[in-house]
T-cell receptor, first 112, second 113 residues
Framework: DAGVTQSPTHLIKTRGQQVTLRCSPK?????VSWYQQALGQGPQFIFQ???????QRGNFPDRFSGHQFPNYSSELNVNALLLGDSALYLC???????????FGDGTRLSIL | AQSVSQHNHHVILSEAASLELGCNYS??????LFWYVQYPGQHLQLLLK??????LVKGIKGFEAEFIKSKFSFNLRKPSVQWSDTAEYFC???????????FGGGTRLMVKP
């Protein structure tokens, strides 16, 4: 039973570029959430997708956008990258919004 | 806005010592509470959860946590730690009204053999 898978594992970009991160949820899960984890901090909620719509959003600018596909997989897009966007980006899935979330290994994004 | 705070950033213990990690949350409504663990090189894993009922919940690997509503606390405990418990521990709260999981800053635990 595959868990949450994320791609790529590492990514290096320069300021001003755009990036797309991908996530496949655990089998049987329909809700996908994205988090940003800066070094030495806890994960910060970016947004959650359910039924292909953004259901809730954390305190992140519009440069952060997402999408959920009919097969429940999801993408996180970040435009106009800033140095401060360097972080580990985590995807998590769950059966419903308030059930325990299962996390992927994350994508390490470095901005030069 | 909901927030979760963890009192200890770093904890160092010897094997067989008892562990208690503090966690407080700010939201006054209905919350679901979680403790997650991240072992070195691995992804976040669920240790235990509290939704309702018995405020003392037991999780995997001998961990337990007590929900004290009056104190807005959900402290994690283990009577006797092992070297393999070395990891980072995160407390998290899910606000059913906001559909958002909020994490604390984490506690890095090192257990000396």
């Amino acid at each position: 039973d595959a868990g949450v898978t994320q791609s790529p594992t590492h990514l290096i970009k320069t300021r001003g570029q755009q990036v797309t991160l991908r996530c496949s949820p655990k089998s049987g899960h329909d809700t996908v959430s994205w988090y940003q984890q800066a070094l030495g901090q806890g994960p910060q909620f970016i947004f959650q997708y359910y039924e292909e719509e953004e259901r809730q959003r954390g305190n992140f600018p519009d440069r952060f956008s997402g999408h959920q596909f009919p097969n429940y997989s999801s993408e996180l897009n970040v435009n106009a990258l800033l140095l401060g966007d360097s972080a580990l980006y985590l995807c998590a899935s769950s059966r419903t919004a308030n059930q325990p979330q299962h996390f992927g290994d994350g994508t390490r994004l470095s901005i030069l | 806005a909901q927030s979760v705070s963890q009192h200890n950033h770093h904890v160092i213990l010897s094997e067989a010592a008892s562990l208690e990690l503090g966690c407080n949350y700010s939201y006054g409504g209905t919350v679901n509470l979680f403790w997650y663990v991240q072992y070195p090189g691995q992804h976040l894993q669920l240790l235990l959860k509290y939704f309702s009922g018995d405020p003392l919940v037991k999780g995997i690997k001998g961990f337990e946590a007590e929900f004290i509503k009056s104190k807005f606390s959900f402290n994690l405990r283990k009577p006797s730690v092992q070297w393999s418990d070395t990891a980072e521990y995160f407390c998290a709260a899910y606000n059913n009204a906001g559909n958002m999981l909020t994490f604390g800053g984490g506690t890095r635990l090192m257990v000396k053999p």
